[in-house]
């Protein structure tokens, strides 16, 4: 290649080579993304987390292409057919699908029908129908026959030769690139139903006559008609552009013969060749494009739900904290009971019961006094309610403890259960609360959720957090890469207390994997909190860099040096002792010292080490030592008497909690058990691409409802409480879920994205309906997409 891995980085990031070149350097001895952003700003001049992430992906892809081409170049050298050029071609292609359409003719296969035609001396008569076609076929054929080559008449040697011409003309890499892109800006993805299949697959009903440009295709849309299809409910075909005259040639066909040469002058061979062109197009090329496409399309989809997945991951993680309160975890049921868990200030179990308020034991008045005893042994402050099964119920039940119980000063909040159950049954879950039954454990972390959402999700693999669609349908490479990342980046820039953070959370710190982790908490067991970040020398197996690693994201609360409670890196202590000099102070008297801190001038510390970049973090970190990224923690409070869809009505206004977003809009959950939908086109006055940039996960939001159907359990609301409501019988507005489709085969609509994944949803059992975790990696977004009405209840929440 003419260009380094760095140098295409480089160009393609719009940064320095030097930039790149240093960050690969870093990453390959071993230091974390979350590291170099933070603590190497010099080296890399200041590329940050993102664009280390975006650089990491690449050059991994890069290097994967790389080895390859080398595995490639070997390959065809052994034949003995790599010359100049083909290995300037092959040095030469910059993807791996270019890599492999030059590949492509030397790459071991089977006995074709070319080869074996090769085989019996037929490629002459190829080639010169080719070179020259004012020969006669037949009579050009005649001279080839041979019985004894299995060359039974003319007939079977211009059978032969056209085997041979197909086999080159859908193997030439150039041309092949360029179909492709045609077919890829030009070409349409159509679904239908397949017969009978109407009534068992009515949840891709969007996709019974459907029909879409690839490149206009979203990847909700793309994935649930791959899973339709999967399901045996729909016949997909990927069409490229039709030919504008009936039984004319193709645009491709057009394309093959003029790279060969070939065209109708009247002369005994064209028409035969043009024959031969329509059969490698039909038979051989566009077979070949079609696997490329549908590859293309799935990677393209799932590139993007994996985006939207991380994206929800991050906004889940970090939400706003509740902070160091007593809380009391409720976790909904009905026959089984409300479970109960009281955890302090710390996080630790305080007190577990299980009441029963609802039906079929109905022990209203007995449920209340025990949560209100519990209350107030405990002091709770706090009481987290899990959105499972009952969850409205339960949520009437501490309104009406908070009501009857003003002294206690409780504040309620809704908190999202999903994967408690993943958690509750864990090995971890077992070696945390040994003493608690399954069942409770669910309620001890629900409760935690509240307190610190980002230390106990944790505990969860990321995909059993459930923050995306069609989570079975992804790469499980891709998706867990890029969800650990995510959790990688979140606990690292907040940090995280070395003397209370568990194992689980300790393992997502730079540098610190599981098996140090675990010896972090041993010898914290052992020989009581951390003093000092020194002493983390003496955990077993965490040498110098690993140390180098995780010292800055750790945080040691009350120790002997209060550097220690701040991001500042050990490695940087020296110069805050040179700032200390220089402000005439100590340390503890500096920081927090906004009036001193802002008088000195940065420059005046940078050293040979420490450039200008790492001497205004430290100063802006010792104005707000610890200081943690996360949103203030405030609660939704949804309307009273507001509690099932049936209370609804148009022209409502509303708080309620984002559930979850995603390429068509938002989810929210207003109190009624049945989330409703802020298409995207009700978010904004203006033109919104990405619904992420209005709204996240967690988010507290004011909406009116538009309009609701409570037959199909869908709710249409908006963001833009100056809309009117659409009167009676007039169609809903786009995207609502409440529109009438006129005719039996429903055609896509520009404005109505969301109502494509319907029937694709990654579900998850749902969290208002049965079965908490039913299916518990399958996701909070196919909840919401059930919630909303969005998927067919029969589904299931398979995925």
Known sequence: MTTSIEGRIAEELGVREQQVRAAVELLDGGSTVPFIARYRKEATEMLDDAQLRALEERLRYLRELEERRTAVLESVRSQGKLDAALEANILAAESKARLEDIYLPFKPKRRTKAQIAREAGLEPLADGLLADPSAEPKAAAAAFVDPEKGVADAAAALDGARSILTERFSEDADLIGELRERMWTRGRLTAKVREGKEEAGAKFADYFAFSQGFTELPSHRVLAMFRGEKEDVLDLALEPEEPETAGAPTAYEAAIARRFGIADRGRPADRWLADTVRWAWRTRVLVHLGIDLRLRLRQAAEDEAVRVFAANLRDLLLAAPAGSRATMGLDPGFRTGVKVAVVDATGKVAATETVYPHVPQQKWDASLATLARLAREHRVELIAIGNGTASRETDRLAADLIAREPELKLTKV??????????????????????????????????????????????????????????????????????????????NGVGVDVNTASAPLLGRVSGIGAGLAENIVAHRDTHGPFKTRKELKDVARLGPKAYEQCAGFLRIQGGDDPLDASSVHPEAYPVVRRIVRSADSDVRGLIGNTAVLRRLRPEEFVDDSFGLPTVTDILRELEKPGRDPRPAFRTAAFKEGVEKIGDLRPGMLLEGVVTNVAAFGAFVDVGVHQDGLVHVSAMSKTFVKDPRDVVKPGDIVRVKVLDVDIPRKRISLTLRLEDEVPAPGAAAPAGSGGERRPGRAPQPRQGRQGQGGRGGGAGRGGIRGGGRDAAPANGAMADALRRAGLLNPKDGGRS
């Open 414 to 491: 809704m908190v999202s259960e999903a994967g408690a159950s993943v958690y509750s049954a864990s090995a971890f879950a077992s070696q945390e609360l040994p003493e608690l039954d399954v069942s409770l454990r669910g309620a001890v972390s629900i409760a935690r959720r509240l307190q610190d959402p980002l230390a106990e999700l944790v505990k969860i693999d990321p995909k059993s957090i459930g923050v995306g669609q069609y989570q079975h349908d992804l790469s499980e490479v891709k998706l867990s890469r890029s969800l650990d990342a995510v959790v990688e980046d979140c606990v």
